[in-house]
T-cell receptor, first 113, second 112 residues
């Protein structure tokens, strides 16, 4: 689904670095999501934004900080990450949060050294 | 919390063969999504099932929902190398309309 883009596609960072992941959706949706996908684990929902308001924070450590400046953009700010945070981070969007299909971006492959 | 178990975990088939992937829920299914993922990439939406007995098709892929069994099956007819990838099912727990729970996925390899 090319309607959701993510940058960068790959990121390698040290534990003391600060970086940000960016997601942009071109579908006119009102809800956006961050997911984490680790090897051999189910996809984990991290954050949900609906109309730029955070409606879900799924017990995510504070070293992950989301930001949703408008309904088309979503960021995930990263600082002092741990090696176990290495994973594929996926962004998704949907028309609303109510039983609407979620469309995913290509993901950012994050490696924390 | 709801859990989804997919079977098999991985599957290797010869091109042209039919195959079935199952997704079983530990709780009542209110909505069931099927996605396909190429390794290291995003999920591509395939179809969504909401009603018991519902069946949908997209090209050579058919999915069914059996509410009583709390299960969905994905069937691919005459598989092709382009069908290779990871198939994930996602479900809506009752009362939380956006908090999808996902299975671990089924890795499908299609040998030419």
């Amino acid at each position: 689904e090319t309607g959701v883009t993510q940058t960068p596609r790959h990121l390698v960072m040290g534990m003391t670095n600060k970086k940000s992941l960016k997601c942009e959706q071109h579908l006119g949706h009102n809800a956006m999501y961050w997911y984490k996908q680790s090897a051999k684990k189910p996809l984990e929902l991290m954050f949900v934004y609906s109309l730029e308001e955070r409606v879900e924070n799924n017990s995510v450590p504070s070293r992950f900080s989301p930001e949703c400046p408008n309904s088309s953009h979503l960021f995930l700010h990263l600082h002092t990450l741990q090696p176990e945070d290495s994973a594929l981070y996926l962004c998704a969007s949907s028309q609303r949060t109510a039983t609407d299909t979620q469309y995913f971006g290509p993901g950012t492959r994050l490696t924390v050294l | 919390s709801q859990e989804l178990e997919q079977s098999p975990q991985s599957l290797i088939v010869q091109e042209g063969k039919n195959l079935t992937i199952n997704c079983t829920s530990s709780k009542t299914l209110y909505g069931l999504y099927w996605y396909k993922q190429k390794y290291g990439e995003g999920l591509i939406f395939l179809m969504m099932l909401q009603k018991g007995g519902e069946e949908k098709s997209h090209e050579k892929i058919t999915a069914k929902l059996d509410e009583k069994k709390q299960q969905s099956s994905l069937h691919i007819t005459a598989s092709q190398p382009s069908h290779a990838g990871i198939y994930l099912c996602g479900a809506e727990p009752g009362g939380s309309n956006y908090k999808l729970t996902f299975g671990k996925g089924t890795l499908l390899t299609v040998n030419p």
